[in-house]
């Protein structure tokens, strides 16, 4: 059932957008901005506290991404919707927001005329993509099938996260540092993902990072 005010997490890493969607927001009767968040670890810690329906979160974020941070609260609080913002006009950052079980997806550069459409349609329960997004998330699986290239959840979410951080160029005492576990740990984390996804270096990890939408390109 769609609640008579919607209670809304908005999460970006600049302050001026987030600024920006709450004016938005709060202009409508129906909406309610009640917490926000500068980067996706915020949001997750947010998003399972806070009294929330609806969390909007940017796809680019500092400590955790918004596909992470959507990834993390869809399994966690499965009762609170996601939309994605983005300033990607990309079939891969598309396909990977889907697949973290976010509700819509919103580019950056129509917020003004699709963000509040988005915010109610998914409250109702339907889905919200921009409009060539559906053509994009298509045409994207069908080169995925013809070629092969079929992605699979072989990481961890702790190894997600290491990955995340190696491919921003941490070393792994900053890693351990971040993460509150030891050098060790990060080693043993980082071996264990190059032997899954059968890489060598962290070259090879950091466009694995860019094509699961990780890290931008």
């Given at each position: 059932m769609t609640p008579l005010k919607t209670r809304i997490?908005?999460?970006?890493?600049h302050p001026i957008v987030l600024r920006g969607l709450r004016m938005?927001?709060?202009?409508?009767?129906?909406f309610e901005v009640v917490t926000a968040a500068t980067d996706g670890e915020a949001a997750v810690r947010l998003a399972l506290d806070a009294d929330i329906h609806l969390a909007i979160l940017d796809i680019s974020m500092?400590?955790?991404?918004?596909?992470?941070a959507a990834r993390e609260i869809t399994q966690r609080r499965p009762d609170v919707r996601v939309l994605m913002l983005s300033m990607h006009d990309n079939e891969q950052f598309l396909f990977e927001a889907i697949r973290a079980g976010v509700s819509g997806?919103?580019?950056?550069?129509?917020?003004?005329?699709?963000?509040?459409?988005?915010?109610?349609?998914t409250m109702r329960g339907q889905p919200f993509l921009y409009p060539d997004g559906v053509r994009a998330l298509m045409r994207d699986h069908l080169e995925?099938?013809?070629?092969?290239?079929?992605?699979?959840?072989?990481?961890?979410?702790?190894?997600e996260e290491i990955l995340k951080l190696v491919a921003e160029a941490?070393?792994?005492?900053?890693?351990?540092?971040?993460?509150?576990?030891s050098k060790k740990t990060v080693e043993r984390h980082r071996a264990n993902i190059l032997e899954k996804l059968g890489m060598r270096d962290r070259v090879e990890l950091t466009r694995y990072a860019i094509r699961r939408g990780l890290v931008a390109a």
């Open positions: 997490l908005i999460a970006d890493d938005l927001l709060d202009a409508q009767a129906d500092p400590r955790k991404t918004g596909l992470q997806y919103v580019l950056k550069s129509s917020v003004d005329r699709d963000l509040v459409e988005a915010c109610r349609a995925r099938v013809r070629s092969g290239d079929v992605d699979r959840d072989l990481l961890t979410p702790r190894e941490h070393t792994n005492d900053e890693i351990a540092a971040l993460l509150v576990i």
